[in-house]
Every structure is written in structure tokens, then in C-alpha cells.
């Protein structure tokens, strides 16, 4: 596993360093937040104690210092996922909020009573929620794709769904709880065929996957900052421009404008017409840092990495009696779900932490997902690159005891 100089990452991650109830941290949640490097808390820093200022504002020294490092993040972005242009880079407060505003502005635009949209089975609720009221507000039917008993979406099925009713899909890259890869390409190619542009919620993709979204062709690709080593509360939409300039704006608000007046308001061009308000200038030019960190060591690298720790997971994991894994798709990403027996996840999990050892427990914002297999949630270890195989050992080990202590 020589990809990078994995000790040398590891120092880089502060709070890898940290103990928890004296035990050396593992830190296997990271589908939930991942840890944040030197680099990206120096710039946070940096810019709260040099440079912090409004952005689009002022004319002032700081002013303007601040607004050029948020649009370099902007471009940052734009390169990270290759789009054609920066303007259809939008800076949001996360995942969540950029799918409510896709299935706002777009389901206000283009959805008339009685059209589908398509989501899967295996959404995460941001990905559910927003579409049902987007449903509900403008008298549309919300479709399903049902998923195989391993977790993955059989391609044909989606030809049955797809209709001249459907105006959007919109489809997780890889699914959080089941770590199952969905093959875009070949998604978008057949939603395009059917004249049908998709949505895709890259939220654990982005940090796993290299993204290109105009060789994909692409039309709506939502994640947030800090599942890619970024700051919380910083995310981001990319539309096409195509789209984005067509549809209207989600809020109302400063910056958003051209000009108002109380007989009327004109609305800025991309990306500013979605970008009401004071922005998160600091967790954009701290996701720059990220997306900068992450470039450096390279997503082939990091990969490769996590694919192979993934698969030596997988091998030791089975070694835990009664061990089952919920989510045995071919192509897999960073996670492993499972259940051991009749323990319930929960009482796992607090073992685990007991040994300093982060999972997650319980439905993972996919109520639907335990629904289909019939449980009450899983336990969840998922993976980044600065994780090692003696961590998936301790993890190992840790289950052992557990099971021993509450069979
Ligand atoms: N989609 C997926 C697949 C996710 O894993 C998550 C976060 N767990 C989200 C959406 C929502 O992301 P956020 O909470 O950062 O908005």
C-alpha cells in the first residue's frame, strides 16, 4: 500500500494525535464528517486574523482581498470537478441545501401536475425530503428506484421508469450506508436518452472519487466541504449553466440583485442570483484548502488506497462470528455496513467507543434502506486515506470483545 507516505498524512490531521477515554482515537465515521488537515485550520485562521471581511462590498483593501479569495475558490471548485465555467460554481451551506435548491427552483420552473421525478432507493432523506415537497407543492408523482437484496440498482429497471412524464432524476453517486457505487455514466446516458437530466449527490463521492462533470455530462452536482477535509456549513452546486440561468432564484435577498425597486427587482446573473446574503466566506476559502490538500496527494492515490483498505476490511471483518454485511455491491467505496448476530447496533457501537474506536450507529438518514433489508440500523465504519490497516485491526479486535462482553 504505497500510494503516499501515510505516516506523513497522519500528521498533517491534528486531531488523529487525540485520545479518546485514553485509548489511541480511531477514527472510522468519516461518511459523517471527515478530519480536517493543518492546512485547512491555517486558513481559516489566516483569514480571520489577517483578512476578514464582506465580500462584493466594499472598496476597501480587505474587502477586496476577501471577494478574490472567495472567487479562487470558486475557480478551485470549478477545476476540482472540471465544469466548463466558474459561473456555474454555486457556493451553498451543504449537501442539503443545494438539493432543496435544485428541487425548488427547478421543480418551480419545469414541473407541471402529473410529472415524475425519480429518486432511489437508496437516498440519503436529503435527497428524499425536498423532492416530496417539491411533489406536493406542484402536484407531481415522486418515483422510486428499487435496489437488488446487495444494494445495487439494476439498470434495466430504470428504462421502466423513465417516461416522457419524467422531468428530473436525481441519484446518489455512492450511497452512504451501503458504500455501493452507482455507475453515473451509464445513468446520465440513459436518462439523456430519454431527454431526462439528472441530479447527482456526490456528498460521499467528491472525497473518493475523481468527478468530471462535463465528460459524465453532468447536469446538477450537489456535496458538501466538510466531507472532503472542508469546513462545515460551506457546499456546493454545480449546474449547468444551460439550467442555472433558466431557473429562478431560491431566496430572495442582498447580492442576488440587479437592481429594486418597489415596483420591481431584477435578478444578478449566475452565480450570484443564488447566492442571496452574506456567503460563507470562510468556509469557502477553507474548502479551497481542502480541495488544494486533497489535489497534492492526488484522488487516483487516495483511491487506490481506500479501495485496498476497504478490501482488507472486508477479509478481517469476516473473521467477527456472525458478522453480516448490509451492502454487497461489486463496486464499493469507503464503507462497510454490517450487523453481528442479534446485537443491536447501538450497544456495538458504544463498545467501540469505549475503546476509542468512532463508528456509527443506527438508520444513517436512510430510513428506507432499513425498511427494505427489515432492521433497525447498522453499524457503519467508513474509511478515508489517512486510515491504516492496524486502525482496521483495532476495529477488528474491538468487535471480538464486543461480542464476547454481550453474547
Ligand atoms: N447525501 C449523502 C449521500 C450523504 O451522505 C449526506 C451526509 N451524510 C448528505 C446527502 C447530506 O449532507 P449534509 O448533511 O452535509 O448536507
Do not use: C
Given at each position: 500500500m504505497q500510494h503516499f507516505d501515510i505516516d506523513k498524512v497522519r500528521k498533517d490531521f491534528p486531531i488523529l494525535a487525540e485520545t479518546v477515554y485514553g485509548k489511541p482515537l480511531v477514527?472510522?465515521?468519516?461518511?459523517?464528517?471527515?478530519?480536517?488537515?493543518?492546512?485547512?485550520?491555517?486558513?481559516?485562521?489566516?483569514?480571520?486574523?489577517?483578512?476578514?471581511?464582506?465580500?462584493?462590498?466594499?472598496?476597501?483593501?480587505?474587502?477586496?482581498?476577501?471577494?478574490?479569495?472567495?472567487?479562487?475558490?470558486?475557480?478551485?471548485?470549478?477545476?476540482?470537478?472540471?465544469?466548463?465555467?466558474?459561473?456555474?460554481?454555486?457556493?451553498?451551506?451543504?449537501?442539503?441545501?443545494?438539493?432543496?435548491?435544485?428541487?425548488f427552483s427547478f421543480a418551480k420552473r419545469y414541473i407541471q401536475p402529473g410529472d415524475e421525478i425519480i429518486i432511489s432507493e437508496m437516498e440519503h432523506h436529503s435527497n428524499i425530503v425536498p423532492w416530496q415537497m417539491a411533489c406536493e407543492e406542484r402536484g407531481a408523482v415522486l418515483k422510486v428506484w428499487r435496489m437488488d437484496e446487495n444494494g445495487t440498482l439494476p439498470l434495466?429497471?430504470?428504462?421502466?421508469?423513465?417516461?416522457?412524464?419524467?422531468?428530473?432524476?436525481?441519484?446518489?453517486?455512492?450511497?452512504?450506508?451501503?458504500?455501493?457505487?452507482?455507475?453515473?455514466?451509464?445513468?446520465?446516458?440513459?436518462?439523456?436518452?430519454?431527454?431526462?437530466?439528472v441530479m447527482v449527490d456526490a456528498a460521499q463521492a467528491i472525497q473518493h472519487v475523481p468527478v468530471d462533470v462535463q465528460a459524465l455530462d453532468i447536469d446538477f452536482l450537489v456535496f458538501s466541504g466538510h466531507k472532503i477535509y472542508g469546513p462545515t456549513g460551506i457546499g456546493i452546486l454545480y449546474g449547468k449553466s444551460a439550467?442555472?440561468?433558466?431557473?429562478?432564484?431560491?431566496?430572495?435577498?442582498?447580492?442576488?440583485?440587479?437592481?429594486?425597486?418597489?415596483?420591481?427587482?431584477?435578478?444578478?446573473?449566475?452565480?450570484?442570483?443564488?447566492?442571496?446574503?452574506?456567503?460563507?466566506?470562510?468556509?469557502?476559502?477553507?474548502?479551497?484548502?481542502?480541495l488544494q490538500y486533497v489535489q497534492a496527494i492526488g484522488l487516483d492515490k487516495i483511491a487506490a488506497y481506500e479501495h485496498e483498505l476497504l478490501q482488507y476490511a472486508e477479509a478481517q471483518l469476516l473473521t467477527v462470528p456472525g458478522l453480516r454485511f448490509i451492502g454487497t455491491a461489486p463496486e464499493?467505496?469507503?464503507?462497510?455496513?454490517?450487523?453481528?448476530?442479534?446485537?443491536?447496533?447501538?450497544?456495538?457501537?458504544?463498545?467501540?467507543?469505549?475503546q476509542g474506536i468512532a463508528v456509527r450507529t443506527g438508520h444513517h438518514c436512510c430510513q428506507p434502506i432499513m425498511d427494505k433489508f427489515g432492521i433497525p440500523g447498522t453499524v457503519r465504519a467508513s474509511f478515508s486515506f489517512y486510515n491504516t490497516k492496524a486502525e482496521v485491526d483495532a476495529l477488528v479486535a474491538g468487535l471480538h470483545k464486543a461480542v464476547a462482553m454481550l453474547s
Open positions: 477514527y472510522l465515521d468519516n461518511g459523517a464528517t471527515t478530519q480536517k488537515p493543518q492546512a485547512v485550520i491555517d486558513a481559516l485562521v489566516t483569514y480571520y486574523s489577517s483578512y476578514n471581511s464582506n465580500v462584493h462590498r466594499g472598496v476597501h483593501f480587505l474587502s477586496q482581498k476577501a471577494t478574490d479569495a472567495e472567487e479562487a475558490a470558486r475557480r478551485g471548485v470549478q477545476q476540482f470537478i472540471n465544469a466548463a465555467k466558474e459561473e456555474e460554481i454555486i457556493f451553498t451551506k451543504g449537501t442539503t441545501d443545494s438539493i432543496n435548491l435544485v428541487a434495466a429497471e430504470l428504462d421502466n421508469l423513465l417516461s416522457e412524464k419524467t422531468k428530473i432524476l436525481a441519484v446518489t453517486w455512492v450511497s452512504n450506508t451501503l458504500g455501493t457505487v452507482n455507475p453515473i455514466a451509464e445513468i446520465v446516458a440513459k436518462a439523456h436518452a430519454a431527454n431526462v437530466p439550467w442555472l440561468s433558466d431557473m429562478p432564484p431560491y431566496q430572495g435577498g442582498g447580492s442576488m440583485i440587479k437592481t429594486v425597486s418597489f415596483d420591481g427587482t431584477t435578478y444578478a446573473d449566475l452565480p450570484f442570483r443564488f447566492e442571496a446574503g452574506t456567503p460563507n466566506v470562510s468556509g469557502a476559502i477553507g474548502l479551497h484548502a481542502a464499493k467505496s469507503a464503507t462497510h455496513s454490517f450487523l453481528i448476530g442479534n446485537l443491536h447496533p447501538f450497544d456495538v457501537g458504544e463498545l467501540l467507543d469505549k
